[in-house]
């Protein structure tokens, strides 16, 4: 007989065995259509068989396979394996998320009409010359002809760019291609003009979920069949195919949108570490502030740390202090010395930031009268003011309402925003500084990438005097006439109860205090604190990343947290939050059978909790946790486990998944 095994796209984890007389074991990578139910579906051929587990009658025919495409190689399909198998999601589910959405529903793009012939010849561009710094990093990286990670740790300026760009050069001269990484959409842009301006020759696919499906499906092909010499994208770029790939690039490796929060939850840097190995090529993660893992890993040399000291443009880094408002009256957030510092700026034609990270006017409206506030109905969370547009809106499921006149309980008329978000400084920085042009950035005034270009255009060009703006300014992006940061309401995050908080804040601030003082402008960075003696500020003072670091490893060390710890989370959600406590209940006595069969001294399962956010879009939610110090102990224990999850009795209306490396709880 002759059978191929199929990956489908099912929540379901197997694979499944059709009848296909003419195929062979060649046929593998290709895609297939198969009857199923009542219909058909599109799937990819893992495997030729000539028996099946399944009695032959039982087996039905392939439908027709796919041969109108190459066959995905078979380093896509490890990578797909590798990715299903640790971070215990059906294959299925994998490949088609990995393939492009026209790929995935059987289809090929549209040949694109030849674009106009490649003209004049494109003159030769001039390299700007390296640092020390950067010769020696560049050298390493190019150097390295086999599997090898690096950490390359420069502050925002320091020519991390540049050293990514030298190292793409060295891989095209010989023939390779070149995978890089980066963290949002609204990066890409401004890379890309960077890449093609230095390798106007070069064909460059965009994989972001912003290119369209034809084009997306086109740089997929043209990856797969090795006409595309450079890759560029965010996370979903990692599953392009590449069968020459000789070097893998993530920029800000420590950007948490490199992990996928829904759906398969893999994170594609650890994923593109996985796949340098493989290939046995070398991997670049570059950061500013690298994440504690990667950090941990470079100081017991399992990477090698590449170092940039020095900023490549500007002779200082920026000046940073803290302001302490424990005393103070503050004028709706700000403090008189960041005033006097924004006035100073306005004097001199220099732009300020007010760094603010929660957009809206103020983060809920309340009834003094009667204690009424604005509730999400359907989260456990607040409707955020937004005066603008004069809505309520609930942040996390996108609920909105009009904002009433009065209070829905008691009639009151006098409803008071309380705290505050980015449109209410704005306000009142228009209002302190009449004559000044005010602009805010946040994702209500940049919701599209056009508005976002024109946001940055005009910054661009001058046309703005003071900036407020949440964290989607701080990334990658040269503004040279900025130079004052004031960030406002930063300490929140110190005492958060999730452990990765005070790295996160460390990151963001250390990002943002990179956006002053570029070009020949000395930049300054105040910080409005009630713990100006705060061990993290103090770092930040004196741009000591390490010390802040190793400070926080050696918490989590004590604490047990990754990275001395592996974890993973299964989380459930379910209309009743008794449900859902009652399946995890039930999932972790299954686990506890299962420990005992392992080696159970690794492993911790801890009891259900509802999460912090318990209520989400109507659904009640919560999680158990699972760690281990050993990760093949963990990994066995999860490929076991989450069969057992599969069938265990649950609720029709109860949804379960596994997180593995979570970054939220
Ligand atoms: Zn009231
Ligand atoms: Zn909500």
């Known amino acids: 007989m002759s059978i191929v095994r199929i990956a489908l796209d099912l929540p379901l984890p197997r ?40 009695p032959a009658d039982k087996l039905k025919p392939v439908t027709v396979i796919l041969r109108d495409m190459p066959r995905l190689p078979d380093h896509w399909l490890a ?25 995935r529903q059987g289809k090929l793009p549209k040949a694109k009409k030849a674009s106009a012939a490649l003209g004049t010849p494109i003159a030769e561009p001039t390299l700007p010359p390296l640092l020390a710094a950067q010769q020696t990093a560049v050298a390493a990286i190019i150097r390295a002809d086999s599997f090898q990670t690096f950490l390359l740790h420069g502050v925002t300026g320091s020519g991390k760019t540049e050293v990514y760009l030298r190292a793409i050069e060295a891989v095209l001269a010989r023939g390779g291609q070149a995978l890089m990484l980066v963290p949002e959409i609204a990066l890409t842009p401004q890379l890309e003009g960077r890449v093609r301006a230095r390798f106007p020759q070069a064909r460059i696919v965009i994989a972001n979920s912003s290119v369209s499906d034809a084009a997306r499906a086109r740089g997929f092909l043209a990856a797969l069949d090795g006409t595309a010499e450079i890759v560029l994208g965010t996370r979903l770029a990692v599953f392009t195919p590449l069968p020459r790939l000789r070097l893998i690039l993530v920029d800000e490796e420590h950007d948490a949108s490199f992990k996928q929060q ?14 340098a190995h493989q290939c046995n090529c070398p991997i670049v ?54 005033i006097s510092a924004i006035t100073l700026r306005l004097e001199r034609g220099e732009q300020s930031l ?31 003011v937004h005066l603008a547009d004069k809505r309520l809106r609930c942040h996390h499921c996108g609920g909105e309402r009009a904002i009433p006149h009065a209070c829905p309980d008691c009639g009151n008329i006098n409803l008071q925003p309380f705290g505050r978000g980015t449109q209410r400084v704005e306000a009142a920085l228009i209002e302190r500084f009449p004559q000044a042009r005010v602009l805010r950035v946040d994702r209500d005034s940049a919701n599209s990438p056009k508005k976002w270009q024109a946001l940055l255009t005009s910054i661009h060009a001058g046309e703005v005097d003071i900036l407020i703006g949440t964290q989607m300014l701080a990334k990658g992006h040269d503004f040279p006439k900025l130079t004052l940061v004031g960030a406002i309401s ?33 930049g300054e960075v105040l910080i409005q604190t009630e713990y100006p003696t705060h061990p993290l500020y103090q770092a930040l003072i004196d741009h000591d990343y390490a010390r802040f670091a190793k400070s926080q490893l050696d918490d989590r060390r004590t604490a047990g947290f990754p990275p001395f710890t592996f974890q993973a989370l299964l989380r459930a959600e379910s209309p009743a939050i008794e449900d859902a406590v009652a399946f995890l209940a039930h999932a972790r ?54 069969l057992d999850l599969h069938s265990a009795k649950r609720p029709r209306t109860l949804r379960w998944h596994l997180d593995v490396d979570p970054l939220e709880f």
């Open 15 to 54: 694979l499944f065995d059709y009848l296909a007389p003419e195929a062979s074991a060649e046929d593998i990578g290709y895609r297939v259509s198969v009857p199923f139910g009542r219909g058909t579906r599109i799937g990819i051929i893992i495997d030729w068989l000539t028996t099946s587990d399944q």
């Open 589 to 642: 006595t299954l686990g506890e059978h299962i420990a005992t069969t392992i080696d159970e001294n690794h492993l911790t399962l801890y009891d259900p909790v509802p999460m912090r956010m318990q209520r989400l879009m109507a659904l009640e939610r919560a999680q158990l946790l699972v760690e281990s110090t050993n990760r093949p102990a963990l990994q066995h224990f999860l490929s076991l486990w989450h």
């Open 262 to 275: 829904d759906g398969v939850r893999y994170s594609a840097r650890d994923l593109a570490i996985w796949r």
């Open 490 to 522: 930063a300490d929140a995050a110190l005492f958060a109860a999730d452990f990765r908080a005070p790295e996160r804040l460390f990151a963001q601030l250390m990002q943002v205090g990179g956006r002053s003082g570029r070009a020949d402008l000395p």
């Open 354 to 384: 007010v760094f603010l990270n929660r957009r809206g006017y103020a983060p809920v409206l309340a009834c003094a009268a009667c204690g009424w506030i604005s509730r999400c109905l359907h989260c456990a969370a607040n409707m955020v």
């Open 285 to 338: 993660l570059g950061s500013a502030t690298p994440s504690l893992e990667t950090f941990y890993h470079a100081t017991v040399s399992r990477y090698r740390l590449l170092e940039l000291p020095e900023r490549a443009v500007a002779e200082a880094p920026p000046g940073v202090r803290t302001v302490d408002t424990r005393r103070e009256k503050l004028q709706e957030g700000l403090s008189a010395a960041l």
């Open 79 to 103: 990578l797909c394996e590798f990715c299903a198998r640790y971070y215990q999601a059906p294959l299925g589910e994998v490949t088609a998320f990995a393939l492009p959405p026209l790929l």
